[in-house]
């Protein structure tokens, strides 16, 4: 199954400048997994040693928070759009 990740600016230096790449993941947390498989590197800008999200690191799928859903075990199905949103902080 075929997913649709939207990568930020910040992260393509790591996918060679792709702004949009498809994985495959039965779940958010598989479709992490590959994205490191196939861009090794990303999962430590993604994801704590733990595991987990990091705090400052967003992701929607189909425009839902995944933290409004089940996290990184959240399921994904073919076609859906996974979108990752550093957190932006600052002002006065």
Same mark, same amino acid.
């Given at each position: ?15 060679? =400048? $792709?702004?949009?790449?498809? %994985? ?5 947390? +598989?479709? *992490?997994?590959? !994205? ?14 733990? =595991? $987990?999200?990091?705090?400052? %690191? ?5 425009? +839902?928070? *995944?933290?409004? !859903? ?23």
């Amino acid at each position: 199954m075929s997913i649709h990740v939207r990568i930020p600016s910040p992260l393509r230096r790591l996918t060679n =400048g $792709e702004s949009e790449v498809e %994985v495959q993941g039965a779940t958010l947390r +598989e479709a *992490v997994a590959a !994205l490191e498989q196939q861009y090794p590197g990303l999962n430590g800008r993604i994801c704590e040693e733990t =595991g $987990e999200l990091r705090r400052f %690191v967003n992701i929607y799928v189909n425009g +839902e928070d *995944v933290r409004f !859903l089940q996290g990184l075990e959240t399921p994904l199905k073919e076609r859906d759009e996974v979108s990752i949103v550093p957190a932006v902080a600052g002002g006065s």
